[in-house]
């Protein structure tokens, strides 16, 4: 009896710690697994450069809209759970189309492109619902509101965010171009002439009248300068990012600007510019991020919800990406520095959109940076310890600078990552289990 009981002791003992192995088991691998991806790959005739996803039909899968060689919007509907892409159809080529973004701007569900050209303009392609279908792009041209420093200046479009910037509930993008201009001095006989080069950063808050239609407000300065005397390499390589967000969560939104050269003498900072809830920037209250250059900054809402786009004004997270690392920043109302975190060893960028991969409720990030890119899960972002991100799952995204998005691509749920690569549109499946 005392032996049938104590079995039954004993294994009743034992069958307890399997439990408990397997649950400990299962909760470590639940904290630490990486996502997984199946991955489909495409080839194009073309490189494949900006690309976007798109929930542009009725249902619940994105398709794919990316930039060609010819400057030329082409689209590969998806066949949703089958997990392949149709053939190539072009949606447009009116115009030297540079980058593509997808947003809804007229508030009917269905997606729609923004997209810049090497100048000064900006182009609203509306989907029509009929599946394959835009309407004709409406150009908005952006003309300067304060002068350059040097003469002859030139625009060039860098970077759209996009963000409600007057709380009317519509989407209104945040436009930063580098322009260009030049003085030159000391001509005559004594010397050869002198020209400096000058590259500023300027923006521009496009508002939302309603139907996807834009006001173009001048461009003004983001205080970022670089400059060169005799330098024809440095006026190429000037570029900006920006990214619309609340970080001081007034409930209006704010835009931060990067802008990076290849100059070590003049390299600007990175600021934020309050919004005044109006449609307009506080150029006076900007706030310095404390670092120069950038690769990419960006807003994130570290518990969702985690749309491509943060409409509405929302508390957000500051990301700064520079070469080698990345940093998140929380401001107070007052716009004072609640803490710095150091995420360590990151690609070097762009990063985003954010999405939760692993379906644990936290924003994960994604890198674009051709084979090195990266999506990272699991990321606490409460502990403000400078440390690495572990969890990271190798990808191959990334041929220009806007190459990657984030869509449910096959409708089952997961959010899916898709980038052009050279000649390939690699399309990455969310496999990883919830
Ligand atoms: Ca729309
Ligand atoms: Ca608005
Ligand atoms: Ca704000
Ligand atoms: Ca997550």
Not at 61 to 77: E, N, S
Not at 241 to 257: C, E, I, L, S, T
Request: charge should be negative.
């Amino acid at each position: 009896m005392m032996m049938t009981n104590n079995k039954k002791l004993y294994s009743g003992l034992f069958f307890s710690a399997c439990i408990f192995l397997l649950t400990y088991v299962f909760s470590i691998n639940a904290e630490s697994s990486s996502a997984s991806f199946y991955l489909n790959k495409n080839g194009e005739n073309t490189t494949v450069n900006s690309v976007g996803l798109g929930y542009f039909r009725e249902g619940n899968v994105a398709d794919l809209i990316y930039i060609d060689d010819d400057y030329h919007i082409q689209m590969r509907k998806s066949n949703g759970a089958s997990r392949s892409l149709q053939g190539s159809y072009q949606i447009s080529k009116q115009y030297k189309y540079k980058k593509v973004w997808v947003v809804d701007v007229n508030n009917d569900g269905l997606d729609d492109l923004v997209s810049t050209n090497n100048i000064n303009q900006l182009y609203v392609l509306m989907a029509t619902g009929d599946e394959w279908f835009f309407n004709a792009a409406t150009v908005y041209g952006f003309s300067l509101a304060e002068g350059t420093v040097g003469s002859s200046d030139s625009i060039a479009i860098d970077d759209l965010d996009f963000g409600d910037f007057n709380g009317d509930g519509k989407v209104d993008i945040a436009v930063l171009a580098t322009v260009s201009s030049s003085n030159t001095s000391g001509s005559g006989s004594q010397a050869p002439p002198n020209t400096t080069y000058y590259n500023e950063g300027y923006y521009s808050i496009a508002l939302n009248k309603g139907s996807g239609t834009f006001t173009t407000p001048g461009m003004k300065k983001t205080g970022s300068l670089s400059q060169g005397t005799n330098a024809f390499i440095f006026t190429a390589s000037f570029s900006g990012r920006v990214a619309a967000g609340d970080f001081n969560g007034d409930n209006k939104m704010d835009a931060a600007f990067c802008s990076h050269t290849n100059s070590s003498f003049s390299v600007p900072y990175s600021y934020i510019f309050p919004g005044n809830g109006n449609g307009t920037l506080d150029f006076n209250g900007n706030v310095s991020s404390g670092h120069r250059g950038c690769q990419d900054v960006t807003a994130v809402l570290p518990a969702g919800p985690f749309d491509n786009v943060i409409t509405a004004a929302k508390k957000s997270t500051f990301v700064f990406v520079d070469n080698s690392d990345s940093y998140a920043q929380v401001y107070d109302s007052q716009w004072n520095l609640v803490s710095e975190t150091k995420m360590e060893d990151t690609p070097r960028g762009p990063v985003g959109p954010f999405s939760d991969f692993n379906a644990d409720g936290s924003a994960d990030m994604v890198f674009t940076n051709g084979k090195s890119s990266l999506v990272m899960v699991g990321w606490d972002w409460t502990n403000t310890t400078d440390r690495k991100i572990e969890n990271k799952t190798s990808m191959i995204l990334g041929t220009g600078i806007q190459s990657s998005d984030v869509a449910d691509v096959d409708g089952d749920g997961k959010p899916d990552v898709v980038g052009g690569y050279d000649k390939d549109v690699n399309a990455y499946y969310n496999d990883t289990a919830n």
